[in-house]
């Protein structure tokens, strides 16, 4: 079973994530957003702790880091695009390897500061692509499709 953290837990997609960690088999042990309105936790992964603080969610994760039984496998980044750079790196220095949907970042400098933390962590960033299976993006895929053919 492996441990997962999420950053941007109020946010519109990660009740996504939260399922997709349960529903494979995993846990949600620790989530963060400034925003406490988040009932979604609670309703699918009672046992995870919360902060709307960041400090305190990352000496949280730190202090998990220290120890092998409850060191975390992976964060799931929520957050908004500008705050991507930050998490991403955040994460890759907790121990975690890193899941953050698209955009990874705003600039070129910022991707390849990335690479330098990966290679420093020997941690990896996972992009995910999350509008590929989306109803109207596949509908707007065949009426393309059907165009050119």
Same mark, same amino acid.
Not at 15 to 27: F, M
Not at 44 to 66: D, G, H, L, V
Not at 82 to 110: Q, S, W
């Given at each position: 079973m492996l441990k997962f953290a999420?950053?941007?837990?109020? $946010?519109? +997609?990660?009740?996504?994530?939260?399922?997709?960690?349960?529903?494979?088999?995993?846990?949600?042990?620790?989530? *963060?957003?400034?925003?406490?309105?988040? $009932?979604? +936790?609670?309703?699918?992964?009672?046992s995870s702790e919360f902060f709307t603080e960041?400090?305190?969610?990352?000496? *949280?994760?730190?202090?998990?880091?220290?120890n092998p039984e409850t060191e975390l496998d992976y964060l799931s980044v929520c957050s908004p695009n500008y705050l991507h750079f930050a998490h991403i790196a955040a994460g890759l220095r907790l121990g975690c390897d890193v899941i953050c949907e698209k955009p990874l970042v705003p600039t070129p400098n910022m991707l390849d500061e990335i690479a330098l933390i990966e290679k420093e962590t020997g941690k990896r960033v996972y992009n995910i692509l999350q509008l590929r299976h989306h109803e109207a993006i596949l509908k707007l895929r065949q009426k393309v499709a059907g165009q050119s053919g």
């Amino acid at each position: 079973m492996l441990k997962f953290a999420l950053i941007g837990a109020a $946010g519109y +997609i990660a009740p996504r994530h939260i399922r997709a960690i349960k529903d494979t088999g995993n846990t949600l042990a620790v989530a *963060y957003d400034i925003n406490d309105s988040v $009932g979604i +936790i609670d309703s699918i992964a009672p046992s995870s702790e919360f902060f709307t603080e960041f400090e305190r969610f990352q000496e *949280y994760a730190w202090r998990m880091k220290r120890n092998p039984e409850t060191e975390l496998d992976y964060l799931s980044v929520c957050s908004p695009n500008y705050l991507h750079f930050a998490h991403i790196a955040a994460g890759l220095r907790l121990g975690c390897d890193v899941i953050c949907e698209k955009p990874l970042v705003p600039t070129p400098n910022m991707l390849d500061e990335i690479a330098l933390i990966e290679k420093e962590t020997g941690k990896r960033v996972y992009n995910i692509l999350q509008l590929r299976h989306h109803e109207a993006i596949l509908k707007l895929r065949q009426k393309v499709a059907g165009q050119s053919g």
